[in-house]
Structure formats: C-alpha cells, structure tokens
C-alpha cells in the first residue's frame, strides 16, 4: 500500500511525532506508537508456557463476596446501560469509600466519572482537558501508558527522573522541567514500576510547582492499599490548595483484584468533570453496569480486608525480593505496588530485551524488560521488572525455574 509522508497537525503541532504511518489508512496518531510490552510479554509468557511474571494482574481468586455480588446483579437483571458517568448507587458508594479512608468529601453528582477501568479513565482526563502543544510533566520510568496517552490528546511528554535506589525525583530538575506552558503533570503512586511511595514533603514540593505554575496534577492512584512497611497513601487531593486542581484515577482492579472486570473512575472538580464526562460518554458510553453495582460491595468490603490485601503482598514482596536475590539479581525493595525492578548488570546480556527473551524462551518465566519504561530505550537496558500478585505456588515455580540462571 501506498506510503503517506503527509504532515499530521492539530492545530499546527504533530505531537512530537516522527514517523510517517506505513500506509494511507494508518493515522500519524499510532505511527508512532510501539505495541505494549507488558501486554505482549503476556502472550510471549503464554506461547513458550512460561509462568507469567509480566503483566501486573493477580492469578488468584477475587473475593468470594464481590463475585456472588456480580453474579447476583445480572440475576436481577441489571444488565442494561448505567447512567452514563456511572450508577448513582455506585458514585455514592465511592463517596462513603473516599469519606472513610481519607475524610474527602466528594460530590457524586458533579465529581465522578466512573470510566472502563482506569486505562480509561486517564485518557479521557487527558482529551478533555489538554490541548494541542501543552506541556504534561512525566516521571521516568513511567507505566508504559501514558507516553502514547499524552500523544493521543497532543500533548508535549517532559520527561523528569526518578533516582535509584529510592526512585525519588531531583527537585531543581523537576521545577526545570515546568513552564509557563504545563498543563498537567501525570503522578501514579504508589509507583508503577519502582515502587516508589512518594512522601509527603515529594507531594508538598509537587503540589507548590502545581499552584505555582497554575496546573493540574492528575494521579494514578491503583495501588492505594498495596502499601509495605509503615507507608501510608496520602491521595493528593486531600493537600492544602490541591481539591481544585487534581484530577484522581483509581479503579477497583488492583484493591479487589478484577483486572478484567474494567470499572475505573476519575474524581474532579465539577467543571473538569463536565467535560471528562463528554468525552467517556462518547468513547465508550459507559462501564459495565452489573459490575458496578457488585463495586459497591467490594468497596464496603470491612478494614480486615484491606489490611489484608497489604499484608499478604509484603509477604509477597519480601519471597519474591528473597527469591530474586538469590539467583543474583540486584532488586529495589518495593514501597508499594506490586512489581520488583532489578538490575540485571551482573548477567552477561547484552540488553534487558534479550534477557527477558532468555527468560521467557529458556528459563520459562516472563518479566517485563526495563526499557518499556522509559523514553530513550537505553536507559532502561539494565532493567527488569517482575509481578509478584501471584499464587505462592507460582512464585515458587518462578523461583525453581530462575535456579537455572544462578551463576557459577
Ligand atoms: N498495570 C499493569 C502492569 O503494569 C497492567 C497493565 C495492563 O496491561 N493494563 O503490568
């Protein structure tokens, strides 16, 4: 087919693109984007039987109650569209959630949009509310979606670094990083892939640049529960001067481990919601309406239930580290979230795609190579990021199976 060199500009600005699509019916929107590595190490990790240590999403059961809850919804028959931002009950039940953990008060009729999971509800935020050329601030490494997200709505991706071994950010280099031009700054924490739980004084220093420059601080906050040692979640939205100018993503994926149920919502002030709402109700008219009403109960779940969540992923975690090590890998302790990154400098490879290819074809275990996180492929070549929500009987077959890598 023919190729098509044509410029692609939304008012004047291509998105930084660079690549011409490879024919005419492909849109310069997607020449440039890379298919998902995450997604396609799951079918790499299915089509060599390898256990899968890739993609973040649990293989163990979801809580009995949350899935009677689903079961006895489609019983009764709700089964057609929910109000298009989400079922009234289910915006109040996330009130009452937000009310309980964090004394937020939020307005379920002007500050919720409930969106197909939080893939959704992040790309809606940004086509409602960025435009053609503005600034968006992402940390490096960042969770592989929101390069191509900031492309999408046009946006202009700066890149600041977050530092190991704490994966904590350069202040100067941070403020260096906005302009008269930032729109929106993109924070996801508990951290996905570091598991970095930024602090406070982290938030504080953010928050003032926000204010400072008059821009929006939209958060990825999936891993609220998924918290180890003394962390503690502070949602951005609950800092002084913030209410009015975050923009908060979560989803019940992660919390109540339904990653395919995809129920996500975004919490914002009502004008941003307004338009938020727009642009989901022509994307995807709306979530699946039975799962949102079982979300009430899993989000009435009791506290046991949360601090359960956290304490068997800490014993997850500290396996998984333990396990890791011990073939000689190099890991960062986790804060939060569930993913291990490790520097793979002491194997002789020659980058973090071939050792995720040795992993996944050799040795049998799938992990996610460290380049999908970042911008310049290279500064991620050392690294490789492991999911530890697995079974204990998956992650001791991972761990037997990585015996083999273990040196002289
Ligand atoms: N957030 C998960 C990860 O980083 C899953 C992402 C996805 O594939 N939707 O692996």
């Known amino acids: 087919m023919e190729s098509c060199p044509v410029a692609y500009t939304i008012d004047g600005y291509n998105g930084g693109m660079t690549s011409a699509p490879v024919n005419r019916f492909q849109s310069f929107r997607v020449a440039e984007f890379k298919e998902s590595v995450i997604r396609e190490m799951t079918r790499l990790a299915i089509q060599h039987g390898a256990v899968n240590l890739a993609q973040g999403f649990p293989d163990f059961p979801a809580p009995a109650e949350i899935k009677q809850a689903a079961q006895e919804a489609i019983a009764a028959d709700v089964n057609q569209y929910a109000?298009?931002?989400?079922?009234?009950?289910?915006?109040?039940?996330?009130?009452?959630?937000?009310?309980?953990?964090?004394?937020?008060?939020?307005?379920?009729?002007?500050?919720?949009?409930?969106?197909?999971?939080?893939?959704?509800?992040?790309?809606?935020?940004?086509?409602?509310?960025?435009?053609?050329?503005?600034?968006?601030?992402?940390?490096?490494?960042?969770?592989?979606?929101?390069?191509?997200?900031?492309?999408?709505?046009?946006?202009?991706?700066?890149?600041?670094?977050?530092?190991?071994?704490?994966?904590?950010?350069?202040?100067?280099?941070?403020?260096?990083?906005?302009?008269?031009?930032?729109?929106?700054?993109?924070?996801?924490?508990?951290?996905?892939?570091?598991?970095?739980?930024?602090?406070?004084?982290?938030?504080?220093?953010?928050?003032?640049?926000?204010?400072?420059f008059d821009c929006l601080l939209i958060t990825d906050e999936i891993y609220e529960h998924i918290l180890f040692d003394t962390q503690r979640h502070v949602p951005p939205i609950t800092l002084p001067g913030l209410r009015d100018r975050c923009v908060l993503v979560n989803s019940l994926s992660k919390t109540f481990s339904v990653t395919g149920w995809r129920v996500g919502w975004v919490i914002a002030p009502p004008a941003l919601t307004g338009s938020i709402r727009k642009v989901h109700d022509f994307l995807t008219v709306g979530a699946a309406a039975p799962l949102q009403q079982a979300g009430i109960t899993a989000l009435n779940l009791p506290d046991a239930y949360f601090r359960e969540l956290a304490t068997t992923y800490e014993e997850k975690r500290n396996e998984t580290v333990a396990m890791l090590e011990s073939v000689g890998l190099r890991t960062y302790l986790p804060k939060g979230a569930y993913y291990v990154m490790c520097d793979i400098s002491p194997f002789d490879f020659p980058s973090d795609v071939a050792f995720a290819k040795h992993l996944v074809e050799e040795i049998g275990v799938a992990a996610v190579p460290g380049s999908s996180f970042f911008r310049d492929l290279a500064d991620g070549a050392h690294l490789i990021r492991f999911c530890f929500a697995k079974r204990k009987e998956t992650l001791d077959a991972a761990g037997e199976r990585l015996q083999k890598l273990r040196r002289g």
């Open 83 to 212: 109000i298009t931002w989400g079922s009234k009950p289910f915006r109040e039940a996330l009130r009452d959630y937000y009310r309980r953990f964090y004394q937020l008060d939020i307005d379920p009729e002007r500050e919720i949009t409930v969106c197909c999971g939080s893939t959704e509800g992040m790309i809606a935020s940004l086509l409602a509310l960025l435009n053609a050329g503005d600034e968006v601030v992402l940390f490096e490494p960042f969770y592989e979606n929101y390069w191509p997200d900031s492309q999408l709505s046009g946006a202009v991706p700066r890149f600041v670094r977050l530092n190991p071994p704490d994966w904590t950010f350069d202040r100067a280099e941070l403020r260096a990083a906005f302009s008269e031009r930032t729109r929106a700054v993109i924070l996801n924490t508990p951290n996905n892939p570091t598991g970095h739980v930024f602090s406070q004084e982290e938030l504080a220093f953010l928050g003032d640049l926000c204010q400072e």
